[in-house]
């Protein structure tokens, strides 16, 4: 398994899928439910993002090829959605191009589940994961690179689920300052990763670059 491969996809969709930065949209989707409510739902946004993880994951390279679209123009252009998230993120803004517009979540029936719409998609698994996904899966080699994005995906997926199962606990001790902090973090580590995503892909496309 290359250690660094791992490690780079774990940075990229940790930074998408932080269930910290996303705690607070959490309780907010969930808010008047019970305790028991709220934890049910937990566990049903972490089955459905995991199951949407996965079918991408699979299906994602042979999507692209029926459309006749090789990885390398799809890294330029995820790297591109990515640079648009992550700039979001230090500016402070969620970002539409992952979580939707203002008002697509409006669209949100107050009574229904969200655990599927918007909990799991688009916020969870939106473009920006798509696109890590996709990218990573593409330029995968081998078994052991398969294996570190699997590992990556559970473990980013187990530490959501423990968030959002406990999260009207932890919300009390999440502070909008460290929240801000965390942010803006994460997007830095998002746009520093488009852009070796945008560099590798134009390279590929463009030799003459190189």
């Given at each position: 398994?290359?250690t ?37 739902a ?117 530490s ?9 606990s ?30 590798s ?10």
């Amino acid at each position: 398994m290359d250690t660094a491969f791992l490690i780079k996809f774990l940075g990229a969709i940790f930074a998408i899928m932080n269930p910290f930065v996303n705690l607070p949209m959490f309780l907010s989707l969930t808010d008047g439910m019970s305790l028991a409510e709220q934890r049910g739902a937990a566990l049903r946004t972490v089955t459905y993002s995991g199951a949407l993880c996965a079918v991408v994951a699979v299906a994602g390279t042979a999507i692209l090829g029926f459309f006749g679209i090789s990885v390398d123009d799809f890294r330029v252009a995820g790297g591109l959605v990515l640079m648009i998230i992550g700039l979001g993120m230090l500016n402070g803004s969620a970002g539409s191009a992952h979580h939707g517009t203002s008002a697509e979540r409006a669209q949100q029936d107050p009574e229904s589940d969200p655990s599927f719409y918007p909990l799991a998609f688009p916020i969870l698994v939106g473009p920006g994961t798509i696109t890590t996904i996709v990218v990573f899966t593409g330029q995968a080699k081998g078994m052991g690179d398969h294996l570190a994005i699997a590992l990556a995906l559970a473990g980013v997926l187990v530490s959501l689920g423990v968030v959002m199962f406990f999260a009207a606990s932890i919300g009390r001790y999440l502070s909008q300052t460290l929240r801000v902090v965390m942010i803006r973090i994460m997007g830095m580590i998002l746009a520093a990763i488009a852009v070796e995503m945008i560099a590798s892909g134009l390279k590929a496309l463009l030799p003459g670059l190189a």
